[in-house]
DNA sequence: GCCGAACCGTAACGTACGGTACGGTTATCA
DNA sequence: TGATAACCGTACCGTACGTTACGGTTCGGC
């Protein structure tokens, strides 16, 4: 069994370890070796293979860190009138846009993707459980309600949030990935959530509301 | 300038050793290491570096290789009623589909994914061109032929596309990346082509024609 | 104050791999 | 037939990096 490599919650000098990988990750200036790692965190090599085991468990550590830190609060379902079922979507919407286009989502998933590449990959999994598939089971309960309100109207939730996500995330992820220099301010953000919301309502609401097409 | 690296089309038996380097990174076996390349190709590493200069040479080579046998013809767009124009996103749509999802495009998007996080990259713009933005100049053409037709309705035919690519793609390219062990059967990839054209159409359409809502 | 555990810094090891060199073979052409 | 070029196979070189080993230091417990 590899050291700390699923405990629940390393320790704050683990903490400040994962960090470190952290911003070398988003830095990109050097190598994401071990002895970088070592070098940026003060700390011993041994010390990294005493904690995480190996360099795969360090990642994999650097990946389950980061999801805890940008784990966002659950949506409170009392009053869902059209406002504030629109209101959640679109703060899910802007919050997922930011998420994939920051730096450090960006270096987490070409890590992730790179060692899907390379058979025995549990990275690509635990990035896809805690990005595409953490985030459709905290807004497939939202839809749901939606559709008990009768402000939704849609057969198949998980279809229904697939094409929430393609209308909200279209080509930023693969663009960024791939090194595309796309820029999302955070009004451009907020302005992507909303129409792709708005489009969202056009293909899934109940039309008990006048649907504002901006562009 | 290295040979052979931007020339536009490679000899025959360039192009077998170019065969040999897709084989090798859709088998997945095997890293794909020069050495490997010759052995595949029964070619001496030597003239390897002779014909692509270096291994990113050989990769992009690759890339612009693979590209060049999957661009399909462009639409001709005499006759563009409702029907037409559908057929036609309904054909984007279901190749796109298809390549995504193909172990080709999975393995080369994931090496240009991994190049593009050491910095120096051609390799995720020369994907980017050959894929995104290939379909883009393709596609949109067809849908201002659409729109002048009285078809569809947008402003801006940049963003309408991209909202089409959303439709369609959704979460099926990151996933497959990251190593989501996710089948789309040709009869699937016909079925999410339709629904994705249907929703489009519901965005875009100017109503001119019933839309069928199936599931 | 002493002991052991934990940890830092660094050196060292082994290997994988990009890139080069070279001898041997085929093929083309005069 | 002899010469030159292209190419194959393989050996070789240098380096980067994952991993291990080890001496020195700090620190909590007795």
Redesign the pocket.
């Known amino acids: 069994m590899t050291p700390a490599a699923e405990k629940e919650t390393p320790t704050e ?1 683990q903490q400040a370890v994962l960090d470190a990988v952290l911003d070398l990750l988003v830095e990109g200036e050097e ?5 970088a790692v ?1 070098r940026r965190a ?6 990294l ?3 995480f085991g ?2 795969d468990g360090l990642l994999a550590a650097t990946v389950r860190w980061q999801a805890s830190k940008v784990r966002a609060g659950n949506y409170d379902r009392q009053k869902l009138d059209a406002d504030a079922l629109r209101d959640s979507l679109e703060a899910f919407a802007a919050n997922w846009l930011k998420v994939i286009s920051s730096r450090t989502s960006i270096a987490l998933n070409r890590v992730a993707v790179g060692h899907a590449a390379s058979g025995k990959s549990n990275l690509g999994a635990i990035v896809l459980a805690n990005g595409r598939f953490a985030i459709g089971e905290r807004l497939k309960p939202l839809l749901e309600a939606g559709r008990a309100a009768g402000l939704l109207a849609f057969d198949d939730v998980e279809d229904t949030f697939r094409t929430f996500f393609g209308l909200v995330g279209r080509d930023v992820q693969i663009r960024v990935l791939l090194g595309d220099p796309l820029k999302l301010a955070p009004a451009a953000i907020e302005q992507e959530a909303k129409r792709a919301v708005d489009r969202f309502f056009t293909l899934f609401g109940t039309a008990g509301r006048p649907k504002i097409r901006s562009v």
Chains 1, 2 share one sequence.
């Open positions: 000098r190598q994401l070796t071990m002895t070592a003060s700390c011993s090599k041994e010390t293979y005493k904690w190996d360099r």
